[in-house]
């Protein structure tokens, strides 16, 4: 090959950037982990130009551009930007985001997301109005947050609003979807993406008074994942029970929010074989269990009970190869620190790595991003994560975050210490 064919060569692949653009500048990386399935990088460098990765790689392969800026975060362990496919803007601090003053928004957003290093966010149930109009000044760079995607306002079975929201404000209340048969789950459903949701959540098994047991149809989730599919959406479920996930199964849904507690015993192979096949994700939400437990004051060994055949359910469907999704349900949880999450997931037999895909690689393939996000690689955005000690080592340090940036704009930066 000639000189000048390397040089082309090295460039389309970004290896090597001979010339400086006024917004090019480096990350330098104590460790890369440009992606779970790829071997970490030690003392390596990210070149980000335009919001996009242009090269990324061990030092010694990268010719960092003359005078590219170096940034302050510079030094950690550098990934890609994370998902939390499990949140919710319901809280009060949300209200009103079409006009409640920025600064108090960005705050909350902070300390509820960004600080733990996530630069994509998975709504799957609020006030879609609400969250549009926050999205849009997130956007519109009035505030600095993560992207937003959401699933709006949820589809519930007919009288059947769960008894762990019905103290939400009766406007709010009032705007939610029960749908009693096909026809109105079809007009929900356009309603709900035509003012900017991003997919349905359907809610399959509910208790309005935590004793009388309130199902959606199959008729009428079908009819919902079917609208939702024929517009390219995801459809996610929140199954409750056993029988929630086999109603989900038949209807078709992409994504179950939850693992089910409480079963007599944990999913069975047949059940996980049906989600594998179906290509079904799970988001587990294991500290959403303790969290409900504990203000329910249930003692401390009926809990290690409970979750401990939660962490079965997700061990026998990881290890069938089922696609797993970091979510936490944080925003109803109001817990933020997402530490114990990633313990449990450890505990259910995941890696270190694992545990790295359900936050950068397996969101951005399940929401067809793959070609944007979910990897630190030249051509992507420049979605990155910097934490300050190797979650290899012990995975709570994924909460560790130094810095996050989102299109290669800080959305965090942790103060000095």
């Given amino acids: 090959m000639s000189r000048a064919g390397l040089l082309s060569f090295l460039v389309a692949f970004g290896v090597f950037s001979p010339a400086i ?53 510079s030094g950690g362990v550098v990934t890609a930007g994370f998902q939390n496919s499990h949140v919710h803007f319901m809280e009060a601090a949300w209200n009103d985001a079409a006009h409640a003053p920025a600064p108090e928004l960005a705050r909350h957003i902070e300390a509820m997301l960004t600080r733990y290093g996530f630069t994509t966010v998975f709504d799957t149930g609020s006030d879609v109005t609400n969250t549009v109009a926050l999205r849009e000044r997130i956007e519109k760079g009035e505030i600095r947050g993560p992207r937003i995607l959401t699933a709006g306002i949820p589809l519930y079975p007919p009288d059947g609003i769960p008894f762990y929201i019905r103290d939400l404000p009766p406007e709010q209340l009032a705007k939610m979807h029960q749908p009693r048969n096909a026809a109105e789950a079809r007009e929900d459903v356009r309603q709900n993406l035509a003012a900017g949701a991003d997919g349905t959540k359907l809610f399959l098994h509910t208790s309005p008074d935590m004793k009388s047991p309130r199902f959606m149809s199959i008729e009428v989730a079908s009819a919902a994942a079917e609208e939702t599919h024929s517009r390219g959406k995801l459809v996610l479920a929140h199954p409750t029970s056993l029988d929630g996930v086999r109603g989900a199964l038949a209807a078709g849904v992409d994504v179950l929010v939850h693992t089910t507690l409480g079963e007599p015993q944990p999913w069975d192979a047949g059940v996980i074989a049906e989600m594998k096949a179906k290509h079904v994700s799970v988001i587990p939400t294991f500290k959403l269990w303790t969290y409900e437990l504990r203000k329910g004051n249930v003692p401390p060994e009926v809990i290690g009970k409970l979750v401990g055949a939660t962490l079965q359910e997700l061990r026998s469907f990881s290890e069938a190869g089922g696609q797993v999704l970091f979510g936490t349900d944080v925003g109803y949880m109001h817990e933020y620190d997402p530490s114990d999450e990633y313990h449990f997931m450890a505990q259910a037999g995941l890696s270190p790595m694992q545990i790295l895909a359900s936050l950068t690689t397996a969101p951005a393939q399940r929401w067809d991003e793959s070609a944007r996000r979910g990897r630190v690689a030249p051509g992507l955005d420049a979605d990155l994560v910097v934490l300050t000690a190797d979650p290899a080592r012990d995975v709570r340090n994924f909460a560790s975050v130094r810095c996050a940036f989102r299109n290669g704009k800080a959305v965090f930066t942790a103060p000095p210490q």
């Fill in 21 to 73: 653009a006024a917004d090019t500048w480096v990350l330098d990386a104590g460790k890369l982990y440009s992606a779970p399935d790829i071997p970490a990088v030690n003392d390596a460098v990210v070149i980000i130009r335009d919001g996009k990765i242009v090269a990324a790689g061990p030092r010694n392969a990268v010719q960092i551009p003359k005078g590219a800026r170096v940034s302050e975060c």
